[in-house]
Every structure is written in structure tokens, then in C-alpha cells.
């Protein structure tokens, strides 16, 4: 069974920096792509970043030079680097693997139970 666990979110002035962990546990045979999606009070999820696995990287507009994404392979865990916080960042923050269990299966999406996210002001 594989479970992703993320760590790090919490409350955190305006300026300052957090860095999220998305650890994935149990068996996982590949992991294509591993991203950040965030749900703030009122608001559809959205994708934050994104990286495949030829470290390839995307990222919504507003987090661009603040945030970054990575991956350490030999871990099976990713991270998101969040600097220079907004409170406008505050959210509850999901961790999203897409990958395979087994080399004979489909690509499935798997999801993390969520970090929250504060930035005051």
C-alpha cells in the first residue's frame, strides 16, 4: 500500500520561509511526476509546482521565484521550498504522486493527507 505523508506546513510570519516534505511510503515501483497542489478557504485546489522525473519544472505564476520544487529519488520523497511567504499562500497543501505500484500497471494518482499552511501578517 503506498501512503504519502507531508510535513512541515505551519504558522510562519509574512517573509519567511517553510520547506514541505511529501514522503512516499510503501512499495512504488516508478514515480513520474510528483506535485504541489494548495486549497485556501473559499477556493477550487490548484497546482502549485510540479516536477517529472527528468527534474523537469512548472509552476504557478503567483509562487514563481519564491518557491521551488524537488525530488530525491533515492528517498522516494519530494520537497517545496517556500520563500519570501505571502499571506496569501496560506492554504492546506497536497502532495500528488502520479506513478506506478507495479511495472505492469497504469499510472495512478496518489494523494497526501494535507499540510496546513499559515502565513501572518
Known amino acids: 500500500q503506498v501512503q504519502l505523508v507531508e510535513s512541515g506546513g505551519g504558522l510562519v510570519q509574512a517573509g519567511g520561509s517553510l520547506r514541505l516534505s511529501c514522503a512516499v511510503s510503501?512499495?512504488?515501483?516508478?514515480?513520474?511526476?510528483i506535485g504541489w497542489y494548495r486549497q485556501a478557504p473559499g477556493k477550487q485546489r490548484e497546482l502549485v509546482a510540479q516536477?517529472?522525473?527528468?527534474?523537469?519544472?512548472n509552476y504557478v505564476d503567483s509562487v514563481k521565484g519564491r518557491f521551488t520544487i524537488s525530488r530525491d529519488n533515492t528517498k522516494n520523497t519530494a520537497y517545496l521550498e517556500m520563500n519570501s511567504l505571502k499571506p496569501e499562500d496560506t492554504a492546506v497543501y497536497y502532495c500528488n504522486v502520479r506513478g506506478k505500484q507495479h511495472y505492469y500497471e497504469l499510472e495512478n494518482d496518489y494523494w497526501g493527507q494535507g499540510t496546513q499552511v499559515t502565513v501572518s501578517s
Open positions: 516536477i517529472n522525473s527528468l527534474a523537469r519544472t
Open positions: 510503501g512499495s512504488m515501483f516508478s514515480i513520474n511526476v
